[in-house]
């Protein structure tokens, strides 16, 4: 049977704390046993302007002074994730794992003013082909209302598994006139100092090269927001969920194509590499009645 554990904090952790522990603390790999039903939440959590101001301006929303970006909880979400990739339960490295999936619903507005108690918790965990899958379930509330929920889908690859091998397919929407966005080498480290994910493969070339990587690469994360700060004047302030799979990698620089399409219930959207054939993203907002 899978282990249980529930840790309560009293404040959000340091992320640099953390990746500390993440950088240096050796683990041996996933020792085969169903991963623990780790638990960790954290009450009182308060958001500030001034990194608000600094999300939204590298994700590219535009930010009123008040109202709070849909995507920008998740930073503060991530940081009792780490805690969960941390506990020496958990015999496998935080390096090296691939966010796979991505889905937030969001309930009604949400304020700078508004104090936020958080909590996360593993999910479910199963095998697949290129290794072990499982989820993550974040959660906001307010005085006991669910306000904010998110669910992330990780991927820890195992020596021996196959991998996904054929290049992804774009979906069939119209794509006669997209957005081009110019992507600097710098965005990683911006969404960094907005974020507090000090990831290393999202920072510099030297960096990314010690992970195989010969470029850097841009957060899944900045690449959903971006897409979502783009179909703000759609969405609103109505409650909705964003969900969305994370297909190729974005290597910096470079130039990347978004476009979207109304559909019955919401929108479907794509992040597409320059030439606008695969997709470096795949997304879909649904209006929640």
């Given at each position: ?225 971006r897409c979502v700060a783009q179909l703000m004047p759609h969405i609103g ?53």
């Open positions: 049977m899978s282990k249980e554990a529930s840790i309560e904090l009293k404040n959000l952790p340091s992320l640099m704390s953390l990746y500390r522990k993440i950088f240096f603390v050796r683990k041996p790999g996933w020792d085969q046993q169903p991963l623990p039903h780790i638990q960790v939440q954290v009450p009182q959590v308060k958001v500030h302007a001034d990194k608000v101001t600094q999300y939204a301006k590298v994700c590219g929303f535009q930010f009123d002074g008040i109202n709070l970006p849909l995507t920008y909880l998740y930073v503060k979400a991530f940081r009792l994730h780490a805690t969960i990739f941390t506990d020496e339960q958990i015999t496998f490295p935080l390096l090296g794992m691939i966010h796979l999936k991505n889905s937030i619903s969001q309930y009604r507005p949400l304020t700078i003013n508004d104090v936020f108690d958080l909590k996360c918790r593993i999910k479910t965990s199963r095998m697949a082909s290129a290794g072990l899958e499982f989820d993550i379930i974040s959660e906001a509330t307010i005085d006991g209302e669910l306000v904010w929920q998110a669910c992330s889908t990780y991927l820890y690859r195992i020596e021996g598994q196959k991998s996904r091998v054929r290049p992804p397919k774009a979906a069939e929407m119209d794509w006669s006139s997209p957005l081009c966005w110019q992507l600097d080498e710098d965005t990683g480290r911006r969404y960094a100092k907005a974020s507090g994910d000090y990831n290393l493969i999202h920072l510099h070339p030297l960096l990314s090269k010690r992970f195989g990587f010969d470029r850097v690469l841009a957060h899944g994360m900045w690449s959903k927001a302030d109505k409650p909705c969920r964003i969900d969305v799979e994370f297909k190729l990698p974005v290597f910096m620089p470079a130039t990347v194509q978004f476009g979207a399409q109304v559909e019955t219930e919401g929108w479907h959207f794509e992040l597409r590499d320059q030439r606008g054939r695969r997709p470096h993203l795949t997304g879909q907002v649904t209006f929640i009645s």
